[in-house]
């Protein structure tokens, strides 16, 4: 069975950085594409940043783009999410996911693994 822990929520005003850490156990993490969604109040989850088994491909949404980094650190079963000059927009509940898709994994239901998700709140 696999876990995803998320960690690094927390409260941070707007243009502040925060970064997000997921940690995994259960299976071969370096096998497997990794992604960051979100999830704002009364809002739908949405996609946020996906990193393939190697890190060598990444692919982040419009909204983020430019400000988050997703990176990986397979040797510590690891996948974070820096993200810099944030927004009251970026205000949501993150969660980190495990995919076995290839080629686009940019909507949930590629994902088969789910983290519990981590509180982001982007203050004024």
């Known amino acids: 069975q696999v876990q995803l822990v998320e960690s690094g929520g927390g409260l941070v005003q707007a243009g502040g950085s925060l970064r997000l850490s997921c940690a995994a156990s259960?299976?071969?993490?370096?096998?497997?594409?990794m992604g960051w969604f979100r999830q704002a109040p009364a809002k739908e989850r949405e996609f946020v940043a996906s990193?393939?088994?190697?890190?060598?491909?990444?692919y982040y949404a419009d909204p983020v783009k430019g400000r988050f980094t997703i990176s990986r650190d397979n040797a510590k079963n690891t996948v974070s999410l820096q993200m810099n000059s944030l927004k009251l927009e970026d205000t949501a509940v993150y969660y980190c996911?495990?995919?076995?898709?290839?080629?686009?994994?940019?909507?949930?239901?590629?994902?088969?693994?789910w983290g519990q998700g981590t509180q982001v709140t982007v203050a004024s």
């Open positions: 259960g299976r071969s993490f370096s096998r497997y594409a």
């Open positions: 990193i393939n088994w190697s890190g060598g491909s990444t």
């Open positions: 996911a495990q995919s076995t898709f290839l080629g686009d994994i940019t909507t949930s239901d590629k994902y088969e693994y």
